[in-house]
């Protein structure tokens, strides 16, 4: 851990100086495993190096069972003003089956001591289609997360990772993910009682109260630029694309000698940019303004919707409401099948 994040710190020492910044997210993994120290000298080697805005929203994602209340304490004061803690699941036997090492109890604990140190900023990660889970598990896990008030909730679709342990045994038939149409279910479950709990459905798999939306995810889908450091980080900056060396040894020792970690570079053409504003705007609920898009992209996605595309207006898909191209309900059930549409007409 001390040569990753000095190794880490180096990094962000040789970026441009002075960019201002509006969200910082400590994650990609499980950043609360650090210690605390390591994480405050982190951030405060950003606070020198970058422009850091008054409102800047400082992310750390935490696993439940991996943080003190002392930890805690100490990187409230540091200046982290928001906490992302992985739940997935209130039913301890699902934590099991997908290899988590917390409990239901432990995260009570951690998010009653998250409040209780001064987090005013409390999202929770969940997800649906987990082996063994039905949709009443799911039904369960939203009633008992609500009643706790997050700011925000993130409830994903589980998405298998090929060689991964879990990707193993549903392979070998060890386990047995639900049905397609319990999947369904559960998403279009949430996508009801969410709402009618007091959160704004903003984007496919996102919820949060008024004022909470996540900043710094927001970047993303609306196509703004990102730098990312350490091991795997991805960077997206004027137009060029670059991802770090995925091993934590090398890029430790590739920072050591002087050299260059990146892995991957590419050059983002007016296609690629295109396609992955498309692709990003409709996980929007709110969509894409056709005459932005018109004015940034010089031309008009409107008779797509009129032509080969208009199949999918009239499938209740997608529609057009004040000038925005948005999914509606139902298109966020099928939204990769829709997106994928729209992208082989463009």
Known sequence: MGPY??????QIEAADKGIAVRSLFFGGGTPSLLPPERLVDVLETVRRQFMLLPETEITL??????????????????????LSIGLQASQDRLLQEIGRIHRWSDFLETFHMARKIGFTNISVDLIFGLPGQTVTDWKETLAAVTVLEPEHLSAYGLQLEEGTPLWERVERG?????????ISAMMEWTMKFLPDAGYQHYEISNYAKSGHVSRHNLGYWLGEDYLGFGAGATSTYKGRRWTHLEDPEEYIQRIAAGQSTIA??????????????????????????????????????RPLLEGPLEYLVDEGWVEITDDRLRLTDEGVLISNTVIAKLLSEI
């Open 5 to 10: 994040t000095d190794a880490l710190i180096r």
């Open 61 to 82: 994602e935490a696993n439940p069972a991996t943080v003190t209340s002392e930890a805690l304490e100490q990187l409230y004061r540091a200046g982290f003003n928001r």
């Open 174 to 182: 060890m386990v047995k993910l639900p049905a397609e149409e319990e």
């Open 264 to 301: 991957e570079e590419e050059i983002l053409d007016p296609a690629t940019r295109t396609e992955e504003r498309l692709l990003l705007g409709l996980r929007l609920r709110s969509g894409i303004d056709l005459g932005e898009w018109k004015e940034q992209y010089s031309f008009d996605l």
